[in-house]
């Protein structure tokens, strides 16, 4: 048995056999070998120079503006600590892994000028990894810069978005990431309103051309996912355990990943009969992450995580009956139908999504077809109780599990929120609801902060705390790197150093010159000592 404890908002518990302590295990695929660089003589300089402020912060990580001293581009620095992730080492080269098959294929479309004439590209809104280097404290990623803050960030302080202007345009544009993802054989696992950053745009007018007359915030061009922490491939050997981890964000993970909670503990036989998960699960957080947009609250939450995976299960999610029956939100309803369908199975793909009329005015292709969207018929035979057709109460107020809003709501009558509902009609339910919304909003949002940020899926087999894991860690990398060299860049001494950055900012994106393949690095040219780098606004910090 095997459990890991990743940040607060994370837990991985890998079935059993699966190598998650950084000692290979010959079930689960190898990584490659370092890439040895040409010319590499002692550990050398860094050729990026960060700002003293943080961009954010992870559970094993900081996140820093950076810049490429040569190139003057701007780039986010990742920098995970070593002493954070001991005996995790494959998590983090997990991420690497990914981030690379990522890049590598976006480059190759972007190298083809791959267009096609659909109003959002899947590849254009994945973060990319340019360059990967480790330090004697840390593993550093240089990634795509995206500082215009988070969507996470967007929905709580707008209370909800818009639903034609920013919520199908963020969905579309997600959608089609998430197709490019899967039709490459990525499933991200960790798809949520935190992990979608805005980058840094330089060209304005960029996606005008493909605008037409459809009216929506500009800023889903800017839309990027990121965190690839949890991602995996589904395709290769070590996929097979991957699928059955019990790993996400509760609030959005979709009920075959509840189904393997305690895989840990599994049994051989059990762990056989447990059927492993795939890319469905990132179609069902979109559909979490869509009604969070829309409503401003998540639809499975509860006031403990044993009763929000309880209504996972069940596909039992809250609906505001007014919002239901409004038919403008009628194609807003139908989508999350599709992406909440139980079994995976039949859930729809990314590729048949985009045909559905809440998002297909993006996609030039699926709006040429005008076949209409074909709801899978699963859906009509649902038998959950809070079915999208019913108008009566909604079914969360029967239900023992109380969602958080309303739990609210009713926060000062004597009389249980179900017991309240029960009596109540739809009507009375409605005006309690409107009355009492504006007042439960900020509260909600509290609890949605802590809800969002906290949750994690905790599991009796956890045993290593992190506390624990920090207290005693040494790092070990393995395989071992070549002396002085490692990842895409070198084994650097200074890693870090302050500046005012003068410079004009560009788009990491257009950067890719410096590419991951770039394994040759620039000579060695002037190198300001970390002494005096204070003084120096650019510090120039050289490989
Ligand atoms: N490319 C980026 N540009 C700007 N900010 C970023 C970038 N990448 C990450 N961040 C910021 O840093 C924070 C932490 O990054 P990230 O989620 O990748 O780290 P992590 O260690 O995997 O965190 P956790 O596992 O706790 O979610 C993000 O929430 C975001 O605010």
Redesign the pocket.
């Known amino acids: 048995m095997t459990t890991i404890q990743?940040?607060s908002?994370?837990l991985v518990v890998t079935p059993p056999g699966s190598a998650s302590n950084g000692v290979e295990d010959p079930n689960v695929e190898s990584y490659a070998p370092w890439p040895v660089l040409e010319k590499t003589a002692g550990a050398a300089k860094c050729k990026y120079v960060t700002r003293g402020s943080m961009?954010?912060?992870?559970?094993?990580?900081v996140?820093k503006e950076c810049m490429n001293v040569y190139t003057k581009d701007m780039y986010?620095l990742?920098l995970?600590h070593k002493n954070m992730i001991k005996g995790k080492l494959q998590l983090i080269q997990r991420e690497v892994k990914l981030l690379r098959l990522v890049s590598d294929k976006i480059r190759q479309l972007e190298k083809k000028n791959f267009r096609t004439l659909d109003v959002f590209e899947g590849h254009h809104h994945v973060?990319q990894l340019f360059d990967y280097f480790e330090t004697s404290e840390s593993i550093a990623l240089v990634?795509?810069?995206?500082?215009k803050g988070?969507l996470y960030e967007r929905i709580i302080e707008n209370g909800s978005l818009d639903l034609n202007l920013q919520v199908k345009p963020y969905s579309a544009c997600l959608l089609s990431v998430l197709e490019f993802l899967h039709s490459n054989g990525v499933a991200h696992r960790d798809l949520k309103a935190?992990?979608v950053?805005f980058r840094l745009r330089v060209n304005k007018n960029e996606p005008e051309e493909h605008h037409g007359n459809f009216k929506y915030d500009l800023k889903a061009h800017d839309v990027i996912l990121?965190?690839f922490?949890l991602a995996t491939q589904i395709d290769t050997p070590g996929a097979s355990s991957n699928l059955k981890e019990f790993v996400g964000t509760t609030s959005y993970i979709a009920p075959e990943i509840v189904r393997c909670k305690g895989v840990g503990s599994m049994s051989p036989e059990e762990l056989q009969k447990l059927e492993r998960y795939g890319c469905p699960v990132d179609i069902w957080a979109l559909g979490v992450l869509t009604y969070f947009m829309a409503l401003g609250y998540t639809p499975f939450d509860c006031d403990t995580d044993e009763e929000t995976l309880e209504c996972i299960k069940k596909v039992d999610y809250y609906i505001d009956e007014e919002m239901r029956a409004d038919p403008k939100m009628k194609d807003f309803w139908s989508f999350l139908e599709c992406c909440f369908i139980e079994n995976a199975a039949e859930r729809p793909t990314a590729t048949s999504l985009k045909h559905h009329p809440f998002v297909k005015d993006f996609f030039v292709t699926s709006a040429s077809d005008h076949s209409s969207f074909i709801l899978p018929q699963v859906m009509r035979k649902s038998g959950s109780t809070s079915s999208l057709h019913s108008l009566r109460q909604p079914s969360r107020s029967a239900s023992s599990s109380t969602l958080a809003l309303m739990s609210l709501n009713f926060n000062n009558t004597s009389t249980s929120p179900s017991a309240q509902t029960s009596k109540a009609t739809s009507s009375t339910y409605r005006e309690i609801r409107a009355s009492s919304r504006e007042r439960s909003l900020k509260q909600v949002r509290e609890t949605l902060k802590k809800t969002l940020s906290m949750t994690s899926l905790k599991s009796a087999n956890n045993s290593i705390s992190t506390v624990q894991s920090k207290l005693n860690s040494t790092f070990v990398l393995e395989p071992k790197p070549p002396v002085n060299s490692l990842m895409n860049g070198c084994f650097s001494t200074t890693p870090e150093s302050r500046s005012n950055f003068s410079t004009p900012r560009s788009l990491s994106r257009q950067s890719s010159a410096n590419s991951i393949y770039v394994v040759s690095q620039p000579p060695a040219t002037s190198i300001s000592s970390p002494e005096n780098e204070d003084d120096d606004e650019d510090m120039g910090i050289v490989i």
Not at 143 to 147: E, H
């Open positions: 990743l940040p908002a994370k961009l954010g912060d992870g559970h094993f990580s996140v986010a990742k995970v973060l990634t795509q810069l995206c500082d988070d935190e992990n950053l990121a965190d922490g």
